[in-house]
C-alpha cells in the first residue's frame, strides 16, 4: 500500500509536467516538404498548355502547401523555395503563377522567379 501511495503523486507530478511545461511544438515547413507537395506538377508547369488543367495529385499537394504554410515564416519560407525551383527548373511562369487558381486554391504570393518573398506577411 506504501507503494501506491507514492506513485500516485509521483505520476500526478510528471503529468502535471508534461501538460503545463512542455514547450508547444511548433511545425516549421522546409524546403523539402514544399518540394514534396509541388513535385507532382514539375511537368505540367513545364510543359503543359494552359489549356488542360493540373494533374489531381498536384492540385492536391498545392492544397496541402497551402493550408501547411499558417505562419508568415511558413509562407516566407514557401516562397523562397518556390522561388528558387522556379529560377532552376525553368517553368513556364504563366503556368507557375496561374496555378493556385486552376487548383482552386489561394496563396498569399505568387510562384515566380521575381517574387519578394520578404513583403509576404
Known sequence: MASSSILFPLMASVIFGLVFFAAPSSSAITCSDVIKDLRPCIN?????????????????????????????ADKQTACACLKNAAKNVNLNPDLAKALPSKCGISLSFQISPTVDCSKIG
Do not use: V
Not at 513545364?46 to 505562419?71: E, H, K, V, Y
Open 44 to 72: 505540367y508547369l513545364r510543359g503543359g498548355s494552359g489549356a488542360a488543367p493540373p494533374p489531381s495529385p498536384c492540385c492536391a499537394g498545392a492544397s496541402n502547401l497551402a493550408t501547411s504554410a499558417t505562419t508568415t
